[in-house]
């Protein structure tokens, strides 16, 4: 192999390196303002708080493939019609939230810790500001 070749393989090498951290960190940046999601379609009718979906919390630690291809969920707040039933038949949350790769489903506070009445939305903010004080009891 001539000197040239050489070259011109690790040039290739290099360049695909490049591409392969530009694909990967670039939409990373872009999305930094997405914070958390109120999901409210059921839950204040069902007498329960809506849940706060962390998603920069989630994001940090998955790659946006696992929940919205391989697990379907679509890119819309509110969007998915999650109810328990499917979630303790392992699907959205429950895919995760079963004990193995993260706490179970008996954690109900842990995920319907929203104020009632809020709204289904993707919310700009902290989860602090969404999640209702836990020493004031709410009355349902
Ligand atoms: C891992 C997160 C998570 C946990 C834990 C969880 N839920 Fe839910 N739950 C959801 C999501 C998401 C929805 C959909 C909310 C909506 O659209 O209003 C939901 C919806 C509901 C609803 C309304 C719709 C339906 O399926 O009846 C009730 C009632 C409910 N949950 C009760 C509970 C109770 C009781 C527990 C504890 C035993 C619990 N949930 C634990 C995420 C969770
Ligand atoms: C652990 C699962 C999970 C991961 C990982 C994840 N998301 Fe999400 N994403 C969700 C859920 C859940 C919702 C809200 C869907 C609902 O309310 O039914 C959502 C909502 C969204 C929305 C819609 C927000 C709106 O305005 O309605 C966008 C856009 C989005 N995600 C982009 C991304 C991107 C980009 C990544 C990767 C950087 C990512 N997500 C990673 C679970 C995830
Ligand atoms: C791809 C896997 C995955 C999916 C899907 C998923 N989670 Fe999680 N979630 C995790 C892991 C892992 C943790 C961290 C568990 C731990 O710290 O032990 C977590 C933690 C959380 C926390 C606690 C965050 C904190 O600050 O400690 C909440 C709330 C939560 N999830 C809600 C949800 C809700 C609601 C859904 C569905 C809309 C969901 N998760 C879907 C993996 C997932």
Not at 54 to 81: E, M, S, T, Y
Request: include cysteine; aromatic fraction near 12%.
């Amino acid at each position: 192999m001539s000197r040239v070749t050489k070259h011109s393989k690790w040039r290739y090498v290099l360049l695909g390196a490049i591409t392969w951290l530009a694909a990967f960190s670039l939409p990373q940046s872009v999305h930094a303002e997405y914070a958390d999601v109120v999901i409210n379609n059921y839950a204040d009718a069902a007498g329960i708080r809506p849940v706060v979906f962390p998603h920069w919390f989630h994001r940090i630690r998955f790659r946006c493939k696992v929940c919205h291809a391989d697990l379907g969920f679509q890119f819309k707040a509110g969007g998915n019609k999650i109810t328990m039933a499917k979630i303790i038949d392992g699907k959205f949350c429950g895919a995760c939230h079963n004990g193995e790769i993260a706490w179970s489903v008996e954690n109900c506070a842990l995920c319907h810790s929203g104020i009632p009445g809020t709204p289904t939305h993707f919310h700009g903010s902290t989860v602090q500001r969404l999640v209702a004080p836990a020493y004031k009891p709410v009355e349902q």
